[in-house]
């Protein structure tokens, strides 16, 4: 059934959950207000929006190296209390953030973050190969934003499907985590070195050899 936006803004004011996540539980629910309360609470989204404004300056510096030291990655990841960054789980999160990183290479921990520069690059890029492709110059632009928005899911770590669970974003595992532990958590900045980066040499597909181990 369709889902209107009235339905959705209701249920994100009783909640608390990101306008996506509410629109899918509705979806789910097929309609039913309390069945897709209940969905997100038990997706842990829950409450995790109303959280997302808070000051988050304790956390970790978390350090994954692959095996061999050929991919290296640095990344901090925030939370509110000293107490919460020491806990196991909030170490184990933050040690999946950095594989993820290892594994996808995103360039970037969220859109807004993409230069202007950039996107404008990308978008002409897109639109030179859409009419290449012969398509009419008519549906041209809607092809490109369309394009575009599967860029940003590569190269935005946030929009990226987790590597453990494809079904999932790395901001909805955001989500939930934030949800489980009671208090905001921001993936602030990350670095990835890979061995022999930018030097000429025999293609060797290092993140796929960390998405193979993670799985298996």
């Keep these: 059934m369709a889902i209107s936006a009235a339905q959705v803004k209701e249920l994100r004011e009783k909640t608390g959950a990101g306008m996506m996540d509410c629109k899918k539980a509705l979806t789910e629910a097929n309609g039913d207000?309390?069945?897709?309360?209940?969905?997100?609470?038990?997706?842990?989204?829950?409450?995790?929006?109303?959280?997302?404004?808070?000051?988050?300056?304790?956390g970790l510096v978390e350090a994954y190296i692959h095996a061999g030291?050929?991919?290296?990655?640095?990344?901090?990841?925030?939370?509110?209390?000293?107490f919460v960054a020491k806990?196991?789980?909030?170490?184990?999160f933050v040690r999946d953030i950095a594989m993820q990183i290892a594994a996808m290479n995103p360039k970037y921990v969220k859109r807004d973050e993409v230069p202007e520069d950039v996107v404008n690059k990308e978008r002409e890029i897109l639109?030179?190969?859409?009419?290449?492709?012969?398509?009419?110059e008519h549906i041209v632009e809607k092809i490109v934003e369309g394009r575009?928005?599967?860029?940003?899911?590569?190269?935005?770590?946030?929009?990226?499907?987790?590597?453990?669970?494809?079904?999932?974003?790395?901001?909805?595992?955001?989500?939930?985590?934030?949800?489980r532990i009671g208090e905001n958590i921001s993936i602030r900045r990350f670095v990835r070195f890979e061995l022999g980066e930018g030097i000429e040499k025999k293609e060797t597909d290092f993140a796929e050899e960390v998405l193979s181990q993670v799985k298996g």
Excluded: H
């Design 33 to 58: 207000m309390e069945k897709a309360i209940e969905i997100l609470r038990e997706k842990g989204l829950a409450a995790a929006e109303k959280k997302a404004g808070r000051v988050a300056a304790e």
């Design 69 to 82: 030291g050929r991919i290296g990655v640095l990344v901090e990841v925030n939370c509110e209390t000293d």
């Design 127 to 136: 639109r030179t190969q859409a009419l290449n492709e012969g398509k009419p």
């Design 148 to 179: 575009l928005e599967k860029y940003f899911k590569e190269v935005c770590l946030l929009e990226q499907p987790f590597i453990k669970d494809g079904d999932k974003t790395v901001e909805q595992l955001v989500k939930e985590m934030i949800a």
């Design 87 to 92: 806990t196991e789980e909030f170490r184990s």
